[in-house]
């Protein structure tokens, strides 16, 4: 692209030279008319350049970092008993997972290998908010949450709340989830397995499925995120 930008403008001057060595005239008005498209093609394809050579923030997802509505977290109680504080996220970076207590696999491997994460990075992990968002509130008490996650790294933030607030969380980061009925009237969940991880602005840099995702990526990417 920039090869045809700058002969854009070659091709005005070349025309430019063509007539008047060539004795032809040509008026005020088309010439500056003509300049200006070729300089607004060439400004046009200059642009479409910049935006085809941005590459992901952290090679692992987006293109772009992208803002979505973290107010929502605000209004879960953590397994604590108290209301996320909205200055528990700010300025640092934060990852956050959904998934229900009762999960039979998907969510106590995703919290395992973040709880290895946080032990590798040692007191860095300190500066990065790990949250696990229970989609399940009706069984996930804030007691349940709470003991639930003395089996995971204790800097892990469980969160759980009313059925609409958890609902208005998950559909503020994207996240699916629905109940699943079983034949001998219990029921399941049917949940996002992606992990998303913020950076320190408040931004989603990527998400990350924890079962597939090579450790070292991860690695990179929290590295990379307590850098900012």
């Not at 992901?56 to 929502?72: E, I, S, T």
């Not at 640092?92 to 395992?112: E, H, K």
């Amino acid at each position: 692209m920039v090869w045809i930008a700058r002969n854009a403008l070659k091709a005005h001057n070349y025309m430019r030279f063509n007539a008047i060595a060539g004795g032809q005239v040509m008026s005020v008005e088309i010439r500056s008319a003509l300049a200006a498209a070729i300089r607004r093609l060439a400004l046009c394809l200059t642009c479409l350049l910049s935006m085809s050579s941005v590459v992901d923030a952290f090679d692992l997802g987006h293109k772009r970092p992208r803002g979505m509505d973290l107010a929502k977290l605000s209004q879960l109680t953590t397994h604590e008993g108290r209301l996320l504080a909205p200055a528990a996220l700010k300025g640092r970076p934060f990852v956050v997972a959904f998934g229900f207590t009762q999960c039979p696999d998907v969510c106590p491997t995703t919290l395992l290998d973040l709880s290895n994460h946080l032990t590798a990075l040692g007191p860095q992990g300190d500066k990065l908010a790990v949250l696990f968002v229970t989609v399940d509130p009706e069984r996930d008490t804030v007691e349940h949450l709470k003991s639930y996650l003395t089996s995971f790294d204790p800097r892990i933030i469980g969160l759980t709340g009313h059925s609409a607030d958890v609902a208005a969380a998950a559909g503020a980061l994207d996240a699916f989830y629905e109940r699943v009925e079983k034949k001998d009237g219990s029921y399941s969940m049917d949940h996002t397995v992606k992990v998303h991880f913020f950076d320190r602005y408040g931004l989603l840099a990527t998400s990350i499925d924890m079962l597939k995702a090579p450790p070292e990526r991860v690695k990179d990417l929290m590295a990379r995120l307590l850098a900012q």
